[in-house]
């Protein structure tokens, strides 16, 4: 039986598998342009704006700050109607364009604070924010972790309502569009328990990390980050079984058609299924590894980032930096799997994840710079005795799988065929001499007969 998958030329193009036929259907609006010129005139004409008919202020500050978020903006024009188009193209490929020239800034900003005097750094981040500067204290969530308190007559569970922040959404949400990300429930909940025994294990550095045996196992795994990845794989099923039949707006005939194609605009043009298979062989299971490393690094950057340069975690730009890596991560797992999942087709890594991998480094050599004491407070030997184990069994288990199991299968095989002998090869025996006279049984049969 074979499939038929209806596309648009011009839009976005997935090589088909082998059970599928691509047809192309031609409509109207099916090719979204750049306006390259449209935005070169109107940035030319802010700028002349700028230059003739504005006058500077005396301000070397404010004139620095400008400069620099008007060399960001031109930077942005040019990326958005220039920059090559990823693997996405809904709402708009120049959405993603913006995000990608938005992934260049947020590196280079990094490499500078990185290149910094910690005190420089950290007093730089004044100028976005006067507040910042100021070394800020820490709250633990590891106090009373009671969860009935019977000191407490007037609210006995009050550990509970305490622990009910803005974080509680934040998990949920992360984790849902994780799940979006990624695709695969095995290895949502393999990060998602990761993340807390490295809570566990780091709590000692970063006193945020110390929080009660239930916040960790019954708030953050069950309930917030469960509850996610479930309802990011309803999604994933709804948008796998959503026929993927586009027309053009102006083509529908009613209101309401409209209005629900405008809604369908924001979801994805076609739908990619992706099957990781890491056991399949060593790349894939080594990608894998690789994958989770750094989706547990970036988790780590956002706790320890704040605590280098001072940042409380209600800041914005802590949520922009959250955003940031919501409109990015899609991208860069997808071409991630696009490069693990056909390497003859997709020779090199994708500029996305790239830049993302980049930017997740950048951020670590940061802490380690900024705050090289707390990194290198020592681990309690027990947690170290169980990561050394957990790393040994890794180890044990990849030998196993692609090195000792494929050995004694490819042994056993080469024993079966000796065994076999010549009857291996298809010939037929030679028949005895008896055999010659008579004919084959069968034909005695019919003669006697």
Known sequence: ILHHTVKNCGAEEIPPSTNQISVCVYSQNTVMRAHTVTVLFILTCALVYVTLLEETPQDTTYNTKRGIVASILVFLCFGVTQAKDGPFTRPHPAYWRFWLCVTVVYELFLIFILFQTV??????????????????PERDYGGNCLIYDPGNVTDP?????????GFVPA???GWYIKTLMIRDWWMCMIISVMFEFLEYSL??????????WWDHWIMDVLVCNGLGIYCGMKTLAWLSMKPYQWQGLWNIPTYKGKIKRIAFQFTPYSWVKFEWKPASNLRRWLAVLGIIFMFLLAELNTFYLKFVLWMPPEHYLVLLRLVFFVNVGGVAMREIYDFMDDPKFHKKLGQQAWLV??????????????DPNTIMLPIPFFIIQCWILGIILIFTWTLWRFFIRDITLRYKETRRRKQEGPLGNGSPSTPSGRSKLNGSSETLRQRKS
């Open 171 to 173: 998990h949920f949400l």
């Open 157 to 165: 569970f009050h550990n509970i309502w305490d622990k009910m922040d």
């Open 203 to 212: 709590e000692h550095q970063l006193p945020n990390f110390s929080e009660c």
């Open 357 to 370: 991998a980049a930017i997740t480094v950048t951020e670590f050599l940061i802490v380690v710079k900024y």
């Open 119 to 136: 005190h420089d750094g950290r007093q730089f981040m004044k100028y976005i924010d006067p507040k910042l500067g100021v070394p800020l």
